[in-house]
């Protein structure tokens, strides 16, 4: 069974930035489509960004658009979420989680594999 590792969480102010990694640890993570998801308390869990396996299409929900950017960085196993100017709303748990299509989607079932989340508080 495959497990997903998220790590780079934590606590930032306002307009800060922060970098979450993914890394998979059965078959390397590049084989994989890698989506982010976030969840508040009480909420849904909703799709932030995901990349495909070739790293050529990524797409983002649009209030993070411009400010977030997922990418590949195959020699060290991951995909990377780097968030820019974050701001209150972004305050969650962040979830990476693997497509075996290799493609990645905003629907959550459309994912095999998930991992166990990462905090990110975003404080004024």
């Known amino acids: 069974q495959e497990q997903l590792a998220e790590s780079g969480g934590g606590e930032v102010a306002v307009g800060g930035s922060l970098t979450l990694s993914c890394s998979a640890s059965?078959?390397?993570?590049?084989?994989?489509?890698i989506g982010w998801f976030r969840q508040v308390p009480g909420q849904e869990r909703e799709f932030v960004s995901y990349?495909?396996?070739?790293?050529?299409?990524?797409r983002y929900k649009d209030s993070v658009k411009y400010r977030f950017t997922i990418s590949r960085e195959n020699d060290r196993n991951a995909v990377i979420l780097q968030m820019n100017n974050l701001k209150l709303e972004d305050t969650a748990v962040y979830y990476c989680?693997?497509?075996?299509?290799?493609?990645?989607?905003?629907?959550?079932?459309?994912?095999?594999?998930w991992g166990q989340g990462t905090q990110v508080t975003v404080s004024s």
């Open positions: 989680a693997a497509d075996r299509r290799g493609m990645g989607s905003i629907r959550r079932d459309l994912y095999d594999y």
């Open positions: 059965v078959q390397p993570t590049r084989v994989y489509g």
């Open positions: 990349i495909d396996r070739s790293g050529n299409i990524v």
